[in-house]
């Protein structure tokens, strides 16, 4: 019994039989020699001899008496049945063994505990793997309930077209798939950049109606900014929302598309189910092609499963949902890290734009914090400062962040000079008057006015007065014109065409009273 035991517990190989049984009766070998001779056990030779023996089946075999007849007569099937236990429900047990926790071990005490029929636990683990491998490739691997997500994007993007332009756009698609429940999120923006990234996982996230404990994703740029088999580094801001919402964010490993398998049969599935059944409809925005991907999405998901009970949507609202974190009451507000370097100048570029910063962190390396209207500035680990984040291409100037001259020059205007040089002097006024109205940029001006006060310092405002008045009767318009005045003394002369009496007496000299 035995042996016959053994024999329902493997394959049964009858040509192997038809081998004991000829030489058996055809050679004088023993029962030992034949199994050395076809490599089996003593005992087996022996079992089918007595099988064989006991039903009267006799060498040679009859013509008729094909594998099938054969093996019916030596092991028949009634016999089969009495042996072999039933299976438990195998789906159910493949369900269980996602929950958190679960092993076989505990799953077989619970399947038999009250069961005289039930499998013992080698047979009851033997006989569920080689259930598992009748389901499809992605299923094959066990994930908690609500643990992990894995998130990638689609290969084929989707058109859509500017109706008043007549220009067309690609919009990416990105997908998620819960680990355990298998439930499918999928949206179209416009492009894989960081702030699509973060934002299609907030709406992923609203979607679900809850937070999975880990995220899986793949190597881009606006996830992972540098990829490792060990420590990838993660980009900041990915890693803020992953500290928003209470979860971690696990990449996969570099050319291991195994790691994120759930994300690759995703994204079969939206491809075949729902891109390619949109491929001959036109969209003219990318809100009414969202529609037209979320009415397919819960198509998807309502599906039934061809070989395990429920759908996508069933298995996630009583499998994964449960498991998962609350989402938080505040809303994730897209932050943005940036690492930038301080031109010599003080000025930092955001989007085109060039902004202040205080002098003191000029050429130096600085982070950016970035959300959509504030753009703050943080070094050392401190926050140095913040400003308003607008659109356009103009220099954005605190005036706090300048030196005293820088502000000066920021907010000069050719009035407050005006101003200055009527103070000074009449002539002054009319020199620089005329000088300002001949410069066609700033710059041009603040130096000129900045050279004639220069002088009124070297010289004081009467000299410059009188040496603009000199200038203004020749015709000259130049700053080295009034140094050169003054240099020759020239604003110290009288006006040409004057005469002037001597103011001296002397013996030679009669004077007008001589001649009254």
């Known amino acids: 019994m035995l042996a016959g035991h053994l024999m329902v517990n493997r394959r049964i190989d009858m040509r192997q039989i038809r081998q004991v049984l000829r030489l058996a009766h055809e050679t004088d070998l023993s029962q030992r020699a034949i199994a050395r001779s076809l490599r089996i056990s003593r005992d087996s030779v022996r079992d089918y001899l007595m099988r064989a023996a006991a039903l009267n089946v006799r060498w040679p075999l ?3 008496m094909d594998d099938a007849t054969l093996e019916a007569r030596l092991f028949p099937t009634a016999a089969l049945q009495l042996i072999r236990k039933p299976d438990p429900d195998w789906a159910v047990i493949h369900g269980q063994l996602k929950g958190k926790g679960a092993t076989l071990k505990v799953l077989h005490e619970e399947y ?17 793997r080689a259930w598992q491998k009748s389901l499809k490739r992605y299923l094959r691997q066990t994930h908690v309930a609500g643990e992990r997500v894995f998130v990638d994007y689609a290969g084929p993007t989707m058109e859509v ?7 067309v756009r690609t919009a990416q698609i990105f997908v998620g798939v819960m680990g355990g429940s298998s ?22 996230f609203e979607f679900f109606g809850a937070v999975p404990h880990v995220i899986v994703c793949d190597n881009l740029k606006s996830a992972v900014i540098k990829a490792s088999r060990t420590e990838p580094e993660i980009n900041a801001t990915y890693q803020h929302l992953g500290e928003h919402y209470n979860c971690v964010i696990i990449p996969a490993r570099p050319r291991k598309p195994g790691d994120k398998a759930k994300a690759e049969g995703g994204v079969l599935l939206v491809e075949r189910w729902i891109l390619f059944r949109l491929r001959k409809r036109r969209f003219s925005s990318l809100g009414e092609l969202n529609e037209a991907i979320r009415q397919l999405l819960d198509d998807l998901n309502q599906r039934p499963f061809q070989k395990l009970p429920g759908s996508r949507r069933s298995t996630f609202e009583s499998l994964d949902l449960p498991a998962m974190n609350a989402l938080p009451l505040r809303p994730f507000e897209c932050v943005e890290f940036r690492r930038v370097r301080v031109g010599p100048d003080g000025f930092i570029n955001v989007d085109g734009r060039p902004y202040t910063v205080p002098r003191a962190l ?17 070094h050392g680990g401190r926050r140095v400062g913040s400003m308003p984040r607008t659109p356009g291409t103009e220099p954005v100037i605190d ?3 300048l030196t005293p001259t820088e502000r ?8 407050i000079e005006l101003k200055w040089a009527a103070a000074s002097g009449q002539s002054t006024h009319e020199f620089l008057a005329a000088r300002l109205a001949e410069c066609s940029h700033k710059e041009q ?4 006015a900045g050279a004639l006060k220069k002088i009124e310092r070297e010289v004081g405002s009467a000299r410059l007065d009188a040496a603009c008045k000199v200038a203004i009767s020749h015709g000259a318009r130049a700053i080295k014109n009034i140094r050169s005045i003054l240099t020759h003394g020239l604003d110290s002369l009288p006006p040409a065409g004057t005469v002037q009496e001597a103011a001296f007496e002397h013996p030679n000299i009669r004077g007008p009273g001589y001649y009254h």
């Open 62 to 64: 009859p013509d008729e």
């Open 112 to 128: 038999a505990q009250n069961n005289p029929q039930a499998l013992k636990l080698s047979q009851f683990c033997h006989r569920f």
């Open 161 to 167: 077209m500017d109706v008043p332009t007549g220009t």
């Open 183 to 204: 439930y499918t999120y999928a949206e179209a923006h416009w492009s894989q950049k960081l702030p699509d990234w973060i934002a299609a996982h907030v709406r992923m």
């Open 362 to 378: 000029t050429r130096q390396v600085i982070e950016l914090r970035l959300t959509a209207n504030v753009i703050e500035l943080l």
């Open 399 to 401: 005036p706090a962040h």
């Open 408 to 415: 000066y020059f920021a907010t000069w205007t050719a009035d």
């Open 445 to 448: 001006g603040y130096r000129v």
